[in-house]
C-alpha cells in the first residue's frame, strides 16, 4: 500500500514561499536522486502490467544488491518505453541536456514528449526531476503527483518526494515517501539510511 498522500504533498508545494521555489545558487545534490541506468536492457515482448507484477513480486524477495539491481533496471526499462520514436528521441536529448545542466532546454523537450503522449509517466518523472534540480519545488511536486497517478509503484518518484520533502524540512512526510520507496524496493539505494535517520529525529530512538 503506498502510504503518501499525494494531495497534501502537492499542496505543500503550492504553499511554498517563491524564494523556496526557484532556482537557488546551489542546487540539491543529484547523488540523493533516484535515476534509472544510463543502459537499461532491452525487454522481452509480452504483457507490460504482467511482467511489472512480476518483477515487484521478484524485487521484494531479491536474495542480495546485485539480484535487485538487476530487476530494478528491468523495471526501468519497462517504464522507460515510451512506444514512440519521436518521444524516445526526444528523451535521449533531454537526458543530454540534463547531463549538460541546461535545465531550460531539458524543461522544453520534456514539455514536447507530454504534449505528444501524456500517459508516459517516465516523461513527467524526468520533468518532476529537473524541476527538482533547479529547485521549484511546486512544480516538481505536480509533476510526481502525475507520475504516481500513472505508475502508483514508482520508488523513483516516492524517492523524489522524500527528497523534496526532507529539504523543505518535512521530515515527517519525507519518511513517510522514503519508506512507501522501500516497500516497494527494500534494495533501494540509499533510502534504508535515509529512513533510519529519520525515524530516529521522527519517531525517536527504542527505549
Not at 505528444?116 to 527538482?132: C, G
Amino acid at each position: 500500500m503506498i502510504l503518501v498522500t499525494l494531495a497534501a504533498a502537492v499542496a505543500v508545494g503550492a504553499a511554498l514561499p517563491a524564494a523556496a521555489q526557484g532556482p537557488l545558487d546551489k542546487p540539491p545534490d543529484r547523488k540523493d536522486l533516484i535515476e534509472p541506468p544510463a543502459s537499461p536492457p532491452k525487454l522481452r515482448r509480452g504483457d507490460r502490467t504482467h511482467n511489472l507484477d512480476f518483477l515487484f513480486g521478484a524485487l521484494k524477495v531479491a536474495p542480495d544488491e546485485a539480484s535487485a539491481k538487476s530487476i530494478e533496471e528491468r523495471i526501468w526499462a519497462l517504464w522507460l518505453a515510451s512506444g514512440s520514436d519521436t518521444c524516445n528521441l526526444l528523451m535521449t536529448r533531454a537526458k543530454g541536456a540534463v547531463d549538460a545542466e541546461n535545465y531550460d532546454l531539458a524543461i522544453r523537450l520534456l514539455d514536447a514528449i507530454i504534449e505528444i503522449k501524456p500517459s508516459y509517466a517516465e516523461a513527467w518523472n524526468r520533468r518532476a526531476t529537473v524541476f527538482f534540480l533547479k529547485r521549484d519545488y511546486g512544480s516538481a511536486l505536480a509533476d510526481l503527483r502525475q507520475v504516481l497517478k500513472r505508475e502508483p509503484r514508482h520508488f523513483g518518484a516516492l524517492a523524489g518526494l522524500g527528497a523534496i520533502m526532507q529539504d523543505i524540512g518535512d521530515e515527517k512526510d519525507a519518511l513517510t515517501a522514503y519508506r512507501s520507496a522501500l516497500e516497494l524496493d527494500p534494495h533501494l539505494k540509499g533510502i534504508a539510511d535515509k529512513v533510519k535517520a529519520l525515524t530516529e529525529k521522527v519517531e525517536g530512538r527504542d527505549l
